[in-house]
């Protein structure tokens, strides 16, 4: 079982930002998706996730496309973004029930679920705070949180440890060793080349659009001709005279 993406062109306005995109992630996998801002990372993501149709070629859940059931295929994946998504209108408590009003979760479950998550990131004592009374960390936390209490077999998250302090990085960090450990899919992107190094099982290389080099590390210093390089070196190797991102 698998999150499979073949043959994929996907951009804006007919104008692809991904060109012949090719990987598969095992259920269970934990992959890190690296490269420069504009490389395409959002635009991939995007598409996994149904918010962008694929100008070509298939994204498939366990065998199943968007296209074959949107509900079932939506259920599976759960997302993470860079910049917390809340409404201001709803307290803490209101987004869990709403996460499992759209996961078709019973109430009780997600709030079984989510209290040692609650307990873990310290916000326990906060279920009736409106976003507008929290800090990045913690609405960044409340979205953490959301996307774990689910069922999905898919974890999407980008750039997932930012505004996260160092102990909430390390708690998030062996959440989601566990949940692979339970079987998810997890692909996000980062500039945290530490932290990749020592979460992921494989890596995807994406630049200007294009899957530059994917495997784990001894897989991507044989691509990208240097046996001996670490994950950073490897990174500026393939980043190279473009500037900072």
Known sequence: MSLNVSNLYSGYRQVPVLKDINFTIQFGEVVGLVGLNGAGKSTLLKTILGLLIPQEGRVEIAGQTIEDNHTLYA??????PETPI???ELTLQEHLEMTALGYDIPIETVMERAEPLLKMFRLDQNLNWFPTHFSKGMKQKVMVICALVTD??????DEPFL?????AIRDFTDLLKERADQG?????TTHMLSIARDLCDRYLFLQHGELVAKGDLEEI???MGSPQAS?????VQMTAGEGHG
Do not use: M, N, S
Not at 163 to 167: A, C, E, F, I, Q
Not at 184 to 188: I, K, Q
Not at 231 to 235: A, G, N, R, S, V
């Open 184 to 188: 998810t899919a997890v692909l996000f």
């Open 163 to 167: 505004g996260l302090d160092p102990l």
């Open 75 to 80: 259920k599976q994946v759960a997302y993470i």
């Open 86 to 88: 809340l409404y201001d």
């Open 221 to 223: 210093r044989k691509q």
């Open 231 to 235: 994950l950073d070196e490897l990174y």
């Open 152 to 157: 999905a077999r898919v974890l999407i998250i």
